[in-house]
């Protein structure tokens, strides 16, 4: 584990563990049931306790309301196989110039199919508000891409500059490129999706298990990203290797990051009045821009020669 590592996790864990406190494991939680073949004891004493800790943080009584969006509107599988052409046709063109964008392109290409693949094993309660939000999600991010390559700047978030101009300057590490971009779709776009396309059905029932229920899900896709990113557009993600104490600091900061994500949907979606959505507004902005400046800073090289000449040889995979 490098240091550099070990000082971007210990920043974004004290953030996350400043936000969502961890209590001792009891005598059930000890070993690993929700992993029960995984070799590391750490995972076993504090995701699970983590999981059950964040299934008891009760969502507020957002009123519930019949889906009014145009983009996925019948709630149909094919919305994701459509997310994933595009996304597969993004990912194609940005490899062909090595550009820096490519890294989270193909992260978010593995956790898009990730989703899929969920949906259709019945792993979530409603699939049709997965694929909703899968689609909203992904279509906020085409867009934001999209004004930024085009030179349509002025609207784009805070969070999303800082992102964009580390790719475009070559400024950072590929992990670092993984985390600013990870950064502003989960904690500046997510909250903003999940406020539009629903936090309550029309029934009052809330969907926040099958948003907490997808943490575990994501647990399994660390290592198989990482070493793809490595063999494909910077070998320095080879430095990492989530299988042990740094996988299990990975769940605990998604984690944090997406139970952050749902408070600020709330706030969106409660907001009365204009002043009320500013403020709302401000917080998930400020949130994400903050934490985008100290990944930056963190995560900063003085030259991608090797990286660039990497991912020319092996960046088509």
């Known amino acids: 584990m490098t240091s550099l590592l070990r000082a971007v996790l210990g920043f974004l864990l004290a953030l996350v563990l400043a936000a969502v406190p961890l209590s001792p494991a009891s005598a059930e939680d000890l070993g690993n049931p929700s992993y029960p073949d995984d070799p590391d004891p750490l995972r076993g004493l504090v995701l699970p306790p983590l999981d059950s800790l ?12 019949e889906y009014a969006g145009d983009l996925c509107r019948s709630g149909g ?3 994701i196989d459509e997310v994933i052409e595009r996304m597969e046709a993004r990912l194609d063109r940005l490899v062909s110039t090595c550009s820096h964008s490519a890294v989270f392109s193909l992260a978010y290409l ?22 909703r939000v899968d689609t909203v999600f992904a279509d906020l991010y085409f867009d934001t891409t999209s004004d930024w390559e085009a030179g349509r700047r002025a609207n784009i978030p805070a969070a999303w500059r ?3 101009q580390a790719e475009d300057d070559r400024a950072v590490s590929g992990l670092g490129n993984f985390m600013l971009a990870m950064n502003a779709h989960i ?13 309550t059905d029309p029934d009052g029932t809330s969907h926040k298990p099958d948003h907490n229920a997808y943490n575990q899900r994501l647990d399994s896709l660390y290592a198989p990203v990482f070493a793809e990113e490595a063999a494909r557009f910077d070998p320095t993600f ?9 996988e299990t600091a990975a769940g605990v900061i998604m984690r944090g990051w997406r139970e952050m994500v749902w408070r600020h949907a709330e706030l969106l979606a409660l ?16 949130y994400a821009a903050l934490q985008a400046l100290g990944i930056r800073q963190l995560f900063q090289v003085q030259s991608s020669e090797r990286r660039d000449a990497w991912c020319a040889l092996h960046g088509a995979g």
């Not at 989703?115 to 694929?131: E, I, Q, T």
């Not at 904690?187 to 936090?199: H, W």
């Not at 907001?271 to 401000?282: D, F, I, N």
């Open 54 to 65: 964040i299934g008891l943080l009760p969502p507020l009584p957002v009123p519930g309301a």
């Open 77 to 79: 599988d094919e919305c």
């Open 110 to 131: 593995r956790v898009t199919e990730n989703v899929r693949d969920a949906v259709r094993s019945g792993y979530f309660d409603d699939a049709k508000w997965l694929n």
């Open 162 to 164: 800082i992102a964009l």
């Open 187 to 199: 904690n500046r776009d997510f909250p903003y999706v999940l406020a539009k396309v629903g936090l």
């Open 238 to 246: 080879d430095d990492v290797n989530f299988g042990t104490l740094e």
């Open 271 to 286: 907001a009365k009045g204009p002043v009320q959505r500013s403020l709302a507004q401000k917080q998930v902005e400020t």
